[in-house]
């Protein structure tokens, strides 16, 4: 399919869809002034151009592992990079601050593989909000580690089948990246030795704390030695963060990269449309030639699959990313999403978290977030790599 080709014309125009926007989420809704939704993009020529201290050539990595940085082509890091990893090297405690996109899972993984090429003996534990994000880091993992180096890793997340990640942790693996509850539960099985833990990464720790898995969390790092390196990675600093940050991280080198809530790229504004004539506006908008590329969040499952069916009806080359969707169905519908042969995403918040898909231009929430930190979550999608996105909410 042509990349620019986003539906293919039907003769006939559909009901529109009505849906119940804030139905089954679980989460306390929050008063949110529509304003905030509404801020023009700066121009990305005029932003200045970050000037990294270091080469990637500057590092102190082992010489396998710089080997696999230049074939690579990774020459300048990324400003979370350049901050983050001589602070890693020397085994300091880290909080970064930053917006997804900026490169922060580099950040931590390679500090992390140069030390378990020193100590194979370590054994290192990633946690993720959602299954998507641990496969990403599972993946960028694999390109930075190869057969020569003898590291081993398994992903670790329901929604899987759990005896071939029953079999890796069995065998014996470096790296268990996971979700908390399929961790805790492999915890319980035995299988995983928090005691034998030497690194520790949150990633998207906001996330998974708005997701309510404060006390897996804590019950995890109850466990850890207090000697093992830890990284937390977030792209806001709610209270709740700062809690767990105080007991668990009291000496963290902190690297706060955001000098805004959402980023000068997104171009935010708010579409007014009644219930009635909501999915009529969406196809006019989804139909505009600059729209190429589209995550649309919707509240629940279920509004996620209708609105998806509903788009498809009409035409649109469109996938829908929900809990409800199996793991392999979900694996497809994101290649699919990165390969154009889909060019919409219907998608839950928990189910979207993690995606790390280039040229995203816009992204569309079909209702008002629960909260504020679940917007700038959703529009760090689009706006990436210094190109300009652009963030629409409907409001009634």
Known sequence: MNSNQKYKPRRSFKKPFRGNSSRGTGRKKERIDIQKFVQPAMKVEQEEKYVPKHLFSDFNFLPVLKKKIIQKGFTH???VQDKAIPLALEKKNILGIADTGTGKTAAFLLPIINDLLTNKSKQTLILAPTRELAIQ??????????????????????????????????RGVHVVIGTPGRVQDMIRRGLIKLDAISHVVLDEVDQMLDMGFVKDISAILEQIPQDSQRFF?????????????????PDAEKIILKKQATSKNVEQNIVKASKQDKFTVLRTILEKEEVTKTIIFSETKRDVQ????????????????????????????????????????????????GIDVPDISHVINYEIPQTYDTYIHRIGRTGRANKKGNALTFVL
């Open 306 to 353: 209708k609105l998806s069916d509903e788009l498809k009806k009409e035409g649109f080359f469109v996938g829908a990313l929900h809990g409800d969707k199996r793991y392999r169905e979900r694996v497809s519908i994101l290649n699919q999403f990165k390969e154009n042969r889909i060019t919409i995403l219907v998608a839950t918040d928990v189910a979207a978290r």
């Open 137 to 170: 880091i599972k993946k960028e993992f694999d390109t930075f580690s190869d057969r020569d180096m003898k590291l081993f890793s398994t992903v670790v997340v329901g929604g899987a089948p759990m005896y071939a990640q029953m079999r890796d942790l069995k």
């Open 233 to 249: 990675f977030s792209a806001t600093l709610a209270p709740t963060i700062q809690k767990l940050i105080a007991t668990f991280l």
């Open 77 to 79: 890091p990324t400003p």
